[in-house]
């Protein structure tokens, strides 16, 4: 069984940045994030392997960086340039044999 546990998130403004943290208590093979805003689909917003390799929704590029230290099993996801559609509830992810395991979820709401 594994925990993660997130921080992060909040206020911010458009054109502003919030960085999100995700903790694992073991270790992890891939760790992301999705998000879903009231309405709407979740959408899967970036994920990293264990070995760097990331991958991110368009609706992000460019302006969300996700990165992770495999020493302490965390991810951390660095939010630029938002923009009021990217809020929404913010879920950290991980992958471990086979097995999916959630974070708490955060809010994530930016003003214009």
């Known amino acids: 069984q594994v925990q993660l546990v997130e921080s992060g998130g909040g206020l911010g403004q458009a054109g502003g940045s919030l960085r999100l943290s995700c903790a694992a208590s073991?270790?992890?093979?891939?760790m992301g994030w999705y998000r879903q805003a009231p309405g709407k689909q979740r959408e899967l917003v970036a994920f990293i392997t264990n070995g760097g390799s990331t991958n991110y929704a368009d609706s992000v590029k460019g302006r969300f960086t996700i990165s992770r230290d495999n020493a302490k099993n965390t991810a951390y996801l660095q939010m630029n340039s938002l923009k009021p559609e990217d809020t929404a509830v913010y879920s950290c992810?991980?992958?471990?044999?086979?097995?999916?395991?959630w974070g708490q979820g955060t809010q994530v709401t930016v003003s214009s």
């Open positions: 073991g270790s992890i093979s891939v």
């Open positions: 992810y991980g992958v471990r044999l086979g097995r999916t395991y």
